[in-house]
């Protein structure tokens, strides 16, 4: 058999970049061509999202504005498409290719037309009632069905008015016009997706106006072949599409990097002063107060703040402090390294510190020499291109695909100030003498539970999150873990962990397929954050004593090297496991052990009912 190449790191993004943005489909077709001739085998399988589109209307030409957009992301896009308008019977058939293929992201492409002809099923139109209750009726019934045998998340896109109406001024005061029956779908599919946790809506009207309506149909194409979509607008769409399909596969951005001159305000404070810098509510300053509200949105939902300025520290801080103007506050950073020395350094160091893959960082800097510079020493960085005109910062940062957020958790919300703890616990780490010492000092307290209603978004974002302390890697979305769960295939423990700096959240997760011998640890895994401290000796402790006590004579796992998880390496054998012929570690429960830390106190659950208590009664 020919061995196959070896998969060059930037084969995809050297073939995105030969297509600028905004080019038109036929270089977007070269280009995939050129995808065609990487073998697919070669690609690694952490690089690798497997996307479904089902769709009202013609997207072939669609998908190869997609793999050419994921390729300049870093991705290998492998696509699914349903057959022309059968999306439908796609979802209500878990027998369908949808299923088949077991995508991260499945993408619902639903124009307005399908509202229009049902509209028009009965001359007057039919009223806005039947209409809307005709398409998200069945539509609600293939998501049920997607619950139950599906995988990945599912995305579906808002509705709009493609054309200017006929209609009237009037229109607005009669519930029976199609602009009314579009608001009046568009009202449901919002209520009824925010009900489901692995759903999500997708801004398709706001693309429309960014696009321009007279430029994002093309009617010559969508009345020949309902190839609805202009190339703009299937560029606009690719990109966001991208950006869900790097969250589903946990590689969004976690922390942003940002510079502060002319960037968090308009001006150099080294050279006009705290009071000379363009910063307050009129202008010039205002646009950056509104960039200031959008990052500060980010980070509510869990994004990283972080700085790295060439300034003096002291008097940037000073303004990060106390200009009466400045929404991001010291507070506000998990991080920061302001000083003289080059960026591409800095951004290392804030990288070690927060324990954050570079690939997870994102530079917003207003210099083009500096992010060219950066660029070429971190190109696993990303460093998208601003605009130069700073009253477009605002609306250009809520453009950029790698920031979206799926889960946002309670620990989101805390995550700046956990970082700050950790630093409080380092200082704390020099002052005190042995490891002993200082892991007694920290007053430690776990709380192992099953996982609940209020804890599986914690749960599947952790798994999805987790590369260093991680046996498996495995990824696994909240469909499955609620259908393992609640058919109790799978055991899926908890761990909150606090001390007396502060709450970690929940940080560890372990998932046992328990057996009538043998209970297997499916996955196990924790939080960068609390390694050292011996909290995963306690969750091991914790479901060794329950296979004891539920009749196993012994337990099993697996460490699947992922080239990032070395750190969870000697794991299994420090806690009494041994490689048996299957390739398996194995471990007698006849044995004692493994033995609850003396410094760890254990907390009592809440008492939040588990998913599988739930279902069964």
């Given amino acids: 058999m020919t061995p196959l190449p070896e998969f060059a790191g930037g084969s995809l993004t050297a073939v995105a970049a030969g297509v600028p943005p905004g080019s038109p489909w036929s270089t977007y077709q070269s280009a995939a061509r050129k995808l065609d001739r990487i073998p697919a085998e070669s690609v690694p399988e952490p690089l690798r999202a497997r996307v479904a589109v089902l769709g009202s209307f013609t997207l072939e030409p669609f998908l190869s504005v997609l793999r050419v957009e994921g390729a300049r992301a870093g991705l290998w896009i492998e696509t699914y498409l349903a057959p022309y308008g059968q999306y439908l019977g796609e979802l209500l058939d878990p027998a369908s290719g949808l299923y088949r293929f077991r995508p991260h992201v499945t993408f619902l492409a639903i124009d307005g037309d399908v509202l229009w002809h049902q509209r028009w099923t009965e001359n007057p139109p039919l009223l806005s009632e039947p209409v809307v209750g005709g398409l998200l009726t069945p539509l609600f019934a293939g998501l049920d069905v997607f619950d139950h045998a599906g995988t990945g998340i599912v995305v579906v896109n808002d509705f709009i008015l493609p054309r200017r109406s006929t209609e009237g001024v009037n229109a607005f005061r009669s519930k029976g016009t199609f602009a009314h029956t579009v608001a009046h779908a568009n009202k449901h599919l919002r209520l009824r997706l925010a009900a489901r946790a692995h759903t999500f809506l997708f801004p398709l009207a706001d693309l429309v106006a960014q696009v321009g309506r007279n430029h994002a149909f093309n009617w010559r194409t969508h009345y020949r072949g309902h190839v609805s979509w202009s190339d703009a607008l299937m560029g606009a769409v690719a990109e966001r599409y991208v950006g869900f399909a790097l969250a589903a596969l946990g ?138 005109d700073p009253s477009l910062y605002a609306h250009w940062v809520g453009s950029l695909s790698s920031l979206i957020v799926l889960q946002h958790t309670a620990e989101d919300a805390q995550r700046t100030r956990q970082y700050q703890e950790s630093r409080s616990r380092e200082a704390y780490r020099g002052a005190v003498g042995s490891l002993e010492d200082f892991l007694r000092g920290l007053e430690i307290r776990v709380e192992i539970d099953l996982v609940g209603e209020n804890s599986v978004g914690r749960v599947v974002q952790l798994l999805a999150k987790t590369n260093q302390f991680n ?88 460490f699947v090297d992922s080239g990032r998880n070395q750190v969870a390496a000697p794991f299994l054998a420090n806690h009494g496991f041994t490689v048996g012929d299957d390739a398996r570690w194995h471990r007698s429960l006849g044995a004692s052990g493994p033995e609850w830390p003396g410094w760890v106190e254990s907390i009592t659950p809440t008492g939040v009912a588990t998913i599988a208590a739930r279902v069964e009664s």
């Avoid at 002291?314 to 929404?327: D, G, I, S, V, Y």
């Avoid at 290392?348 to 954050?356: C, G, K, Q, S, V």
């Fill in 251 to 388: 590689k969004a951005t976690k922390c942003i990097v940002l510079d502060l001159d002319n960037t968090l305000w308009g001006g150099v404070l080294g050279e006009e002063g705290p009071g000379g810098i363009a910063l307050g509510h009129h202008w010039p300053g205002s646009e950056f107060v509104d960039f200031q509200r959008e990052l500060l949105d980010l980070q509510r939902q869990g994004i990283l703040l972080t700085v790295c300025s060439k300034n003096n520290e002291e008097e940037a801080l000073a303004a990060l402090r106390t200009h009466p103007a400045m929404l991001i506050r010291e507070e506000h950073l998990a991080a920061y390294r302001i000083n003289w020395e080059d960026k591409a350094s800095n951004i290392r160091a804030i990288a070690r510190e927060l324990n954050i893959g570079l690939e997870h960082m994102l530079l917003i800097d207003d210099s083009p020499h500096e992010r060219a510079w950066v660029r070429e020493q971190l190109p696993e960085l990303r460093i998208p291109e601003m605009p130069a």
């Fill in 471 to 558: 046996l498996t890697t495995r990824r696994h979305d909240e469909p499955t873990i609620r259908r393992r769960a609640s058919a109790s295939e799978w055991r899926i423990y908890t761990m909150r962990v606090v001390d007396r700096f502060g709450d970690f959240g929940l940080t560890a997760v372990a998932i046992v397929s328990p057996g009538p011998d043998v209970w297997h640890l499916e996955s196990f895994l924790m939080s960068c954050r609390v390694i050292g401290k011996s909290v995963e000796t306690a969750l091991l402790a914790r479901v060794a004593a329950d296979a004891r006590e539920a009749g196993a004579s012994a337990l099993s796992a697996e």
